[in-house]
Structure formats: structure tokens, C-alpha cells
């Protein structure tokens, strides 16, 4: 009787994960294919549904139209705004990276007793609300703004300088919005970094910048895959963010998703810009999954 338990309580415990997939990530998913297999439509919703069901699917599946997706091939405007994404989010991932490594080292390296300090530090900007922090960001890039006003007065500029409105100012606020997900990753590979290995390094010859990159950066490499992908997938369909801080010059797909849905109203082709967006993340991703799985045996 306890063994039945054990496996029933195991089971829940693994299905859980699952329903909590099918739930907020399959059914989506479905209904969005579902919409951008449709044809656009005057009406409410904005299209007309191709099949009805799953059994109306098979029926149907000669007929379906890919139409859509053929569309996002021939405009230019879909494909500039998908490289002007990934541009955009490698650069900021890049750039959070080299800003948020020093500062997990730093924190890993600090006394016991300050870390949880530091770490509150790192989260507490989540507890104000992403639009207001985004909103204050205006107000210190502006011309007339607090950043440009340090310049001037510091004599390190005569002009103020044209910083929003431009990718620049897409970068300091994608870097800014999600820098702690990518110092707790790092902290939490640093932190249970052994120390003695480094000693041990330094104690054969090595100096302290080559045991830096022959001993830390190896062993965080799990940190920094992690904090890449938390930084690098949301900063990809960001919409917030270009859409504030950004200029007209500034094309990225989540503002392009925003046009289409609500301007356009062409939710079939919206729906398929969306399908090839998590394609071109998920795809790559479980390629990697797949070749550290390899790699590990």
C-alpha cells in the first residue's frame, strides 16, 4: 500500500509540470496555429477559421492554405524585422553579460554576511512596475534629461546628446530591464565555485588572470548559457521597450506583432509572424539541449 502511494505521489508530481505545459503553452500555441491557417476577414474575430476541430482538420487538410507564412517570405519588412530583432537582442545579451559577470563575481565574492544584501539589491527593482521603470528611463535619455544635464555640467559634452529615440537607448533599457536575470544565474555557478581549485592553479604557476580563465570561466559556463537564454528569448519579442525608448528607425518584431493585431487587424498573418518567432527560439534551443545531453555522456 505505501509502495501504490509512492508511485501515485510520483506520478502527480511529474504530471504537474506537464499540465502546466499543455495548459499555458500547447493550447495556446494550437489556437494561434489554428488563427494563422485562417483567412483575414471584416468581422469579429478578424478571420475566418480554415477547420473546426480536430476531426474537421483531417478532413480539411488538403485544403489548407499556407499562404501566410508564403506572405512573410516576400515582404522584406517581415524578414528585416526579424534579423533586427536577433541583432538587437545578441548585442543586449552581449552587453549584459560583460556588465552582469564583474557584478555576480563580485557578489559571490563577498562576506557571508552581505550576500543576502547584495541580492536584494540585485531583485528589488522588481518590485516596481516594468512600465514606470521603463517610463523613467525617458525622462534620464531625453535631451533636457538628468543623464545629459551630468554631461554638461561634468564639462564632458557642450550639446546634449541625442541618446532616445535611437537603438542606444533600446540598449541601455533592455540591458537595465533584465540584468538580474542574468547575475543570479552566474552568482548561483560562482558561488559554489570551489575555491581551492583556483589555489591549487595559483600553487602550479598560473597568475590570477589565467587562473581566471582556465578555472572560473569554465566552471560558469552554465551560468552564463543560462542567463544568455533568460536575456536573450524575451529580448527577441520585446515590445515595451523598442516602443518607448526606440525611434521609427527601430524595427523589431514585437512592434510589428503590435501593428498587425491591432492597427491592421490582420490577425492571420500576426499569428503566423508569432508561429515562426517561437520556432526561431525554441528550435535552436533544443538543438543545444540536445547536443549538451551528448556532450554530458
Known amino acids: 500500500m505505501q509502495g501504490l502511494r509512492s508511485f501515485l505521489a510520483r506520478q502527480v508530481v511529474t504530471a504537474v509540470p506537464y499540465l502546466w505545459l499543455l495548459v499555458f503553452f500547447l493550447a495556446p500555441f494550437l489556437i494561434v496555429l489554428k488563427i494563422s491557417l485562417s483567412e483575414t476577414a471584416i468581422a469579429m474575430p478578424p478571420y475566418t477559421p480554415v477547420f473546426e476541430g480536430l476531426k474537421d482538420l483531417l478532413e480539411k487538410a488538403k485544403q489548407l492554405s499556407f499562404d501566410n507564412y508564403l506572405w512573410l517570405?516576400?515582404?522584406?519588412?517581415?524578414?528585416?524585422?526579424?534579423l533586427s530583432s536577433?541583432?538587437?537582442a545578441l548585442v543586449s545579451t552581449l552587453i549584459t553579460l560583460i556588465v552582469g559577470y564583474?557584478?555576480?563575481?563580485a557578489m559571490?565574492?563577498?562576506?557571508?554576511?552581505?550576500?543576502?544584501?547584495?541580492?536584494?539589491?540585485?531583485i528589488l527593482p522588481f518590485w516596481t512596475s516594468f512600465l514606470i521603470r521603463v517610463y523613467a528611463w525617458i525622462g534620464i535619455?531625453?535631451?533636457?534629461?538628468?543623464?545629459?544635464?551630468a554631461l554638461i555640467?561634468?564639462?564632458?559634452?557642450?550639446?546634449?546628446?541625442?541618446?532616445?529615440?535611437t537603438d542606444w537607448a533600446v540598449y541601455i533599457g533592455i540591458v537595465y530591464s533584465y540584468l538580474p536575470f542574468m547575475v543570479l544565474p552566474l552568482y548561483a555557478s560562482l558561488e559554489r565555485l570551489d575555491l581551492r581549485l583556483i589555489e591549487a592553479a595559483m600553487d602550479l604557476g598560473a597568475t590570477p588572470l589565467k587562473a581566471f580563465w582556465r578555472i572560473t570561466v569554465p566552471l560558469s559556463v552554465p551560468g552564463i548559457v543560462a542567463g544568455s537564454l533568460l536575456v536573450f528569448i524575451p529580448a527577441v519579442g520585446e515590445f515595451v521597450i523598442p516602443d518607448l525608448l526606440g525611434g521609427s528607425d527601430t524595427l523589431m518584431i514585437g512592434r510589428t506583432l503590435w501593428v498587425?493585431?491591432?492597427y491592421n487587424r490582420d490577425w492571420p498573418v500576426a499569428s503566423a509572424v508569432a508561429i515562426l518567432l517561437l520556432i526561431l527560439l525554441v528550435?535552436?534551443?533544443?538543438?543545444?539541449?540536445?547536443?549538451?545531453?551528448?556532450?554530458?555522456?
Not at 517570405?73 to 517581415?78: G, I, Q
Request: charged share 20%; net charge positive; proline share 8%.
Open 86 to 88: 536577433l541583432r538587437i
Open 283 to 297: 528550435v535552436p534551443i533544443v538543438i543545444f539541449q540536445k547536443m549538451q545531453e551528448k556532450a554530458a555522456r
Open 102 to 105: 564583474p557584478l555576480a563575481y
Open 108 to 122: 559571490a565574492r563577498a562576506p557571508d554576511g552581505l550576500r543576502p544584501v547584495l541580492l536584494m539589491a540585485v
Open 260 to 262: 498587425e493585431f491591432f
Open 153 to 165: 555640467g561634468l564639462g564632458l559634452i557642450s550639446e546634449p546628446l541625442q541618446i532616445i529615440n
Open 73 to 82: 517570405t516576400e515582404d522584406a519588412l517581415y524578414i528585416k524585422a526579424y
Open 141 to 149: 535619455l531625453k535631451p533636457e534629461g538628468l543623464l545629459n544635464q
